[in-house]
C-alpha cells in the first residue's frame, strides 16, 4: 500500500512563525497535493506539484508556498503564521490526477 | 468555485438502514467519481469510484450510482452500521472534493 506520511500529527506554533510541514510519500507518485480542512468547508486545495521542482496554485494559495525538491517530498511553508492559518492540514499523492489519492495522517496546526 | 455539490450535509440513519449520499458536478470532461470516507482524526481514505462508461458499481455493502445525463452520482450504503459513521466526500474535478457529509448510524 501507499504511505503518505506526514512529519507532524500536531504543531503549536506562534503567529509570525514560518512554519514548515512536511510529507513524504513511499511509491514514487507523480502527483502531490496540499489541502487545508476547516469545519463546513470540506477540502481546499492549497497548492498541488505534478513533478518535481513543479508546482501549481489551488484555490487558496496566500499565505503558503511550497516547495518538492525530491519526488518523494512536498512540503508546506507558512511565511508567517496566523491564527487564521489555524486548521488541519491534509498532504495526498496520486499515480494520475484523475485516478484516487492516497492521504497522509493529517497534521493539525494551531497558531497562537 | 463549487464545482462538486454534495448533499446532505449531516445524515442520520438506524443501524441495518440504507444511507444515500448525492453528488452533482457540472464539468461533463469528468472521467473519475470518488467517494472517500473520513474517519476522526484520520486522512480521508478512498472508498469506492466509478468512471463514466458504467452506470453502477458495487463493493460489499457500499454502491456507487451513477446518472450521467443528470450529471449525479451517489453513494448507498447498505444495511448501514455504527462503525460507518463517519465523514464522506465526493470528488469529480481532479483536485477538487464536495463539502462533506457526515453520517451518524445509530445503533
Known amino acids: 500500500d501507499v504511505k503518505v506520511t506526514q512529519s507532524s500529527r500536531y504543531l503549536v506554533k506562534r503567529t509570525g512563525e514560518k512554519v514548515f510541514l512536511e510529507c513524504v510519500q513511499d511509491?514514487?507518485?507523480?502527483?502531490m497535493f496540499w489541502y487545508r480542512q476547516d469545519p463546513g468547508l470540506g477540502l481546499r486545495l492549497i497548492y498541488f506539484?505534478?513533478?518535481?521542482?513543479?508546482?501549481e496554485k489551488g484555490d487558496i494559495p496566500e499565505g503558503y508556498s511550497v516547495s518538492r525538491e525530491k519526488k518523494e517530498r512536498f512540503s508546506l511553508i507558512l511565511e508567517s503564521a496566523s491564527t487564521n492559518q489555524t486548521s488541519m492540514y491534509l498532504c495526498?499523492?496520486?499515480?494520475?490526477?484523475?485516478?484516487?489519492?492516497?492521504f497522509g495522517s493529517g497534521t493539525r496546526l494551531t497558531v497562537v | 468555485q463549487q464545482q462538486v455539490k454534495q448533499s446532505p450535509q449531516s445524515l442520520i440513519v438506524q443501524k441495518g438502514g440504507i444511507s444515500i449520499i448525492n453528488c452533482a458536478y457540472e464539468?461533463?470532461?469528468?472521467?473519475?467519481f470518488p467517494w472517500y470516507q473520513q474517519f476522526p482524526g484520520k486522512g480521508p481514505a478512498l472508498l469506492i469510484a466509478?468512471?463514466?462508461?458504467?452506470s453502477e458499481k458495487k463493493e460489499g455493502r457500499f454502491t456507487i450510482s451513477f446518472n450521467k445525463s443528470a450529471k449525479q452520482f451517489s453513494l448507498h450504503i447498505m444495511d448501514s452500521q455504527p462503525g460507518d459513521s463517519a465523514t464522506y466526500f465526493c470528488?469529480?474535478?481532479?483536485?477538487?472534493f464536495g463539502a462533506g457529509t457526515r453520517l451518524t448510524v445509530k445503533p
Open positions: 495526498a499523492s496520486s499515480l494520475r490526477v484523475s485516478y484516487g489519492y492516497t
Open positions: 511509491m514514487d507518485h507523480e502527483n
Open positions: 506539484s505534478y513533478d518535481v521542482k513543479m508546482k
Open positions: 464539468n461533463t470532461a469528468f472521467d473519475y
Open positions: 466509478i468512471r463514466p462508461d458504467v
Open positions: 470528488a469529480a474535478i481532479d483536485m477538487r
